[in-house]
């Protein structure tokens, strides 16, 4: 007999019926070779607080060159992880728990796209993130697939028109899908961004094109989220805005978040990090200052907090105690 999936409700709608702070996270598909079951096993400890949705990220192929005969080089895509339409099945019929699979630019044609997503709304899966994604190691800019989309943007205006019964090829009658999109927003303004005005205008038109909430990428200083969503609340957008929090954990960390994400480590913060001399007391700081955070989020009546736990559950467990 089928196992049926959980009945799935839209990201929007367990915001609109939540009676205060929810509390989401997303994973990272492990490295391939791995099974399912390490997926499960950062899940469990997190079960306990009631996750509405999990959310599932994506990550491009990247290339290697290899050396042929005579000197030739080979471009190989590698892929390191496996894709998330069947991790977020996999959740789904496990947990029962809404999943949310990140759906990125980079990499796919529309027609690829548009494949996923057929078999993303035939397994009952009908929320996404929808990205950009970023550049791979051999490209120094962004470079958009010759038959995809340069921009988020444009992601969400292909599943608006699918989710208006539009196919890219319109030779039979298809019922349209329903999927409720969600987008990314930066408090700290994405980091191609020439300013933190352009960046909400860009934000702007992917709410107007149909996302129905923002994800924020982390954030360690909580100001410069309410200060992101007083700008966005300034320019009209209404949607949502759901902060994304990362608990620090290593000593490596230190110098990878604030390069990596673009995002600045608040004064009080750095002062502790400093002090840290192992990855233990890093770890400890990051639990106290994402509890910190967390506590000022949820009293500021937040409609959710996500936690980026990069595939280790424990310092979200320990944070997500003394919160939910
Ligand atoms: P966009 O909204 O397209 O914006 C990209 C840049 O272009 C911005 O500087 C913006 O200001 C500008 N811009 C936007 N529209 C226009 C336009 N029409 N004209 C000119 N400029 C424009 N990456 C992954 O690969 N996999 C993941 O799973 C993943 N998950 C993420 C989850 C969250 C919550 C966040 C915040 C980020 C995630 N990312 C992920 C990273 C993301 O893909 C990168 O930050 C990427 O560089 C930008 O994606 P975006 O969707 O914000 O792009």
């Known amino acids: 007999m089928a196992i049926p999936l959980a009945q799935s409700m839209k990201v929007i709608n367990h915001l609109k019926e939540a ?49 042929r005969e005579k000197g030739l080089l080979e471009k190989i895509a590698i892929r390191k992880r496996p894709g998330t339409v069947g991790i977020c099945a996999a959740i789904m019929n496990k947990y029962h728990v809404d999943a949310v699979p990140h759906l990125i630019c980079g990499g796919f044609s529309k027609e690829e796209t548009e494949n996923a997503l ?25 470079k958009p697939h010759p038959e995809g989309h340069r921009y988020a943007v444009e992601l969400i205006e292909q599943i608006g028109e699918m989710n208006s019964g539009k196919y890219l090829v319109d030779d039979i009658q298809l019922a349209p899908t329903d999927f409720c999109i969600g987008a990314a927003g930066y408090p700290e303004k994405h980091f191609e961004a020439m300013n933190l005005s352009t960046d909400l205008h860009y934000l702007k038109q992917k709410v107007d094109a149909g996302a129905e909430y923002i994800v924020t990428q982390m954030f360690f200083d909580n100001k410069k989220y309410f200060d992101f969503v007083e700008g966005c609340r300034a320019i009209g957008i209404t949607v949502p805005i759901i902060p994304g929090i990362k608990p620090i954990k290593t000593l490596n960390h230190i110098a990878f978040l604030p390069k990596v994400f673009s995002i600045d480590f608040p004064e009080a913060l750095s002062k502790e990090l400093l002090k840290c001399k192992t990855n233990e007391e890093v770890n400890k700081v990051g639990i106290e200052w994402g ?34």
């Open 19 to 67: 009676k205060g702070t929810l509390f989401s996270f997303e994973i990272l598909p492990p490295l391939k070779g791995a099974n399912i079951q390490s997926i499960y096993d950062g899940i469990d400890p997190l079960m306990e607080f009631k996750p509405k949705f999990i959310n599932v990220t994506y990550h491009r192929e990247e290339f290697i060159y290899k050396e």
């Open 118 to 142: 057929i078999d993303l709304q035939f397994l009952g899966i009908d929320n996404v993130l929808a990205l950009r994604g970023d550049s791979i190691k051999t490209e120094s800019t962004f």
């Open 291 to 324: 509890i910190h955070q967390s506590k000022e989020l949820k009293a500021a009546n937040v409609p959710c907090i996500h936690y980026y736990t990069m595939s280790t559950s424990d310092a979200v467990k320990t944070i997500a105690s003394e919160i939910f």
